[in-house]
């Protein structure tokens, strides 16, 4: 459900016209914008890929179609705003959300790795406590 919501506010979010979206006064903002939502949006992604039990390849696999999930949705949304009064289809915006995507399966990733291998050396360090007594 939180995918769900979340591709509908992107969505909404990109039908506003680009008259009516405050300006930041400094270059690339916007790709700091684009790369932020699809950092969350991979990040739903994941984990609703990864907590379903009906497709199993999904679910092996929820850092490859998370990624390839948000980056469809994000060259979707391009497209979406080429119909949007004064807004782009911008392909260094799509980058920006690729870009997103993939840092948050890099942090997830990282984060799972050090969990894991926080619990092998604690528990190499319970074995060699057991065989000192």
């Known amino acids: 459900m939180p995918v769900i919501f979340f591709c509908v506010l992107i969505?909404?979010?990109?039908?506003?016209?680009?008259?009516?979206y405050p300006q930041v006064g400094f270059e690339f903002s916007d790709k700091i914008v684009?790369?932020?939502?699809?950092?969350?949006?991979?990040?739903?992604?994941?984990?609703?890929l990864s907590h379903q039990n009906r497709f199993k390849l999904f679910a092996v696999h929820?850092?490859?179609?998370?990624?390839?999930?948000?980056?469809?949705y994000g060259a979707s949304?391009?497209?979406?705003?080429?119909?949007?009064?004064?807004?782009t289809c911008d392909f260094y915006d799509f980058l920006a959300n690729l870009g997103g995507a993939i840092g948050a399966m890099a942090l997830i990733y990282v984060f799972?790795?050090?969990?894991k291998n926080r619990k092998r050396i604690n528990a190499e360090i319970?074995?060699?406590?057991?065989?000192?007594?």
């Open 11 to 20: 969505f909404v979010l990109s039908s506003i016209p680009g008259q009516y």
């Open 77 to 87: 949304d391009e497209l979406h705003q080429y119909f949007v009064p004064n807004r």
């Open 112 to 115: 799972f790795e050090v969990k």
């Open 126 to 133: 319970q074995d060699f406590n057991k065989t000192r007594v």
């Open 62 to 72: 929820p850092f490859i179609f998370a990624v390839i999930f948000t980056a469809i």
């Open 34 to 48: 684009h790369f932020g939502i699809y950092f969350l949006l991979a990040i739903t992604f994941y984990m609703s």
